[in-house]
């Protein structure tokens, strides 16, 4: 008796199966509802891109120099290692040889990393 | 709460409460209405102010700007508009989704204010329609509010047909726009 009353069946997933269905339906219906609803009015200038109002120039999907996004790129990593920095700061007392160890470890490795970069030429503008 | 909106008029019963759409739509939109702030110049400043904690528009349930006039109802026009600027004013007008208010803030932005001059728009109804107009120069934060619940009582008595009609239409076409 224990043991029948464990077992599922797929009936059992029956109300999650309903639930399923009004929350779908729910949600296309306020879409659909609303897109009747809802006053339209379309033009040229209303699909145009919007630039604060001034007229684009250009296309926005043109090659731009792969420098800017290395020096980007790299900025962010050495950023956020500056980051990790300041809670050390702060719990500099605490923490002990252990934690400036560790600290040397971790910026020795960033180090090591910035020396690679500087080697290959990434920091290289011209 | 002191300042829970009152229920639109309609038919109560246990359990149900019936009212035309209308109404409901108008409540929801004057209460939550998104703001596109255009501050060209001191205007702008008092609207700052407007907007910070001392008179607080979120009140209102306008404290979320929008800087994209994609997903914005209500532009609010603050300050001298250059004749330069017209048509970027437009601009940002006619890419406002439907359907859209204007608040025109202001002496400058509603007649062009001590700027009587070649190269200042004189009103910025020569170029877009405007619903409420506010006076000042510039205006106080409380006269920016009470724009605001101007515009507010406009868009609670809209009918939601009335942007589909043939005047509204007609408006949009005297004023160049499809």
């Known amino acids: 008796m224990n043991n029948l009353s464990n077992v599922s069946v797929p009936a059992d997933y029956l109300p999650m199966g309903i639930m399923f269905v009004i929350a779908i339906g729910f949600v296309l219906t306020v879409m659909v509802l609303t897109h009747l609803l809802g006053p339209k009015r379309k033009s040229q200038i209303k699909s145009d891109t919007f630039e604060c109002g001034i007229e684009p120039q250009g296309n926005s999907r043109f090659p731009f120099s792969i420098k800017y996004f290395l020096i980007a790129i790299l900025f962010v990593l050495f950023d956020v290692e500056v980051i990790f920095m300041y809670p050390w700061a702060v719990n500099f007392l605490d923490m002990g040889l252990y934690g400036f160890v560790e600290m040397l470890i971790f910026l020795s490795m960033f180090m090591l990393g910035f020396f690679y970069i500087v080697r290959k030429g990434a920091l290289k503008w011209e | ?178």
Request: hydrophobic residues 40%.
């Open chain 2, 1 to 178: 709460m002191s300042n829970i909106t009152k229920a639109p008029p309609g038919y109560e019963g246990p359990g149900f409460f019936a009212t035309k759409i209308d109404a409901v739509v108008g409540l929801a939109r004057k209460n939550s209405l998104w703001p596109l702030p255009f501050a060209t110049s001191c205007c702008g400043i008092e609207f700052m102010s407007t907007m910070a904690s001392h008179y607080d528009l979120a009140r209102f349930g306008s404290e979320r700007l929008s800087f994209s006039p994609r997903q914005a109802d209500l532009l609010m026009v603050m300050g001298t508009i250059a004749k330069k600027m017209g048509p970027v004013l437009r601009q940002v007008y006619e890419q406002m989704a439907e359907p859209r208010w204007v608040l025109s803030v202001g002496a400058c932005a509603s007649s062009g204010g001590i700027f009587d001059t070649y190269s200042v728009l004189q009103g910025i109804d020569r170029i877009i329609p405007v619903d409420v107009y506010v006076p000042g120069c510039p205006p106080r934060p409380e006269q920016i509010l009470d724009g605001v619940m101007r515009i507010q009582e406009l868009v609670a008595s809209e009918s939601i047909r009335r942007r589909d009609s043939a005047e509204y239409k007609e408006l949009m076409a005297s004023y160049g726009m499809q």
